[in-house]
């Protein structure tokens, strides 16, 4: 797999991930139109772990504050706040 199929291939593959699309549907399309063949499995782990690390990334501060919500509750027997 070249450089530019990879690019190509991980921007396809956000914008599945946006809309309501299978994973496996990027993989069907690019093998449909550009005839590529199919991923090399190492590198749709790759993707997938670069897509969740990015997630963590941009949300953070949400996952933080519901993680923290979550410890009040437990420790302090505190009601979830709205």
């Given amino acids: 797999m070249t450089t530019f199929q990879a690019v190509v291939s991980a ?3 956000v ?3 946006i809309f309501p699309v299978a994973p ?3 993989e069907f399309f690019l093998d449909h139109f ?3 063949g ?4 190492i590198f749709k782990a790759a993707l997938y772990l670069g897509l969740g ?5 941009y949300f953070r501060h949400d996952f933080l504050s519901h993680f923290s ?6 420790i302090y027997r505190r009601k979830p706040m709205a």
Avoid: M, N, R
């Fill in 11 to 13: 921007i396809v593959s």
């Fill in 69 to 74: 919500s979550f410890l009040q509750i437990l």
């Fill in 38 to 41: 199919t991923q090399p499995d």
């Fill in 15 to 17: 914008f599945s991930e």
């Fill in 34 to 36: 550009f005839g590529w």
């Fill in 24 to 26: 496996a549907a990027h």
């Fill in 53 to 57: 690390l990015a997630l963590l990334i």
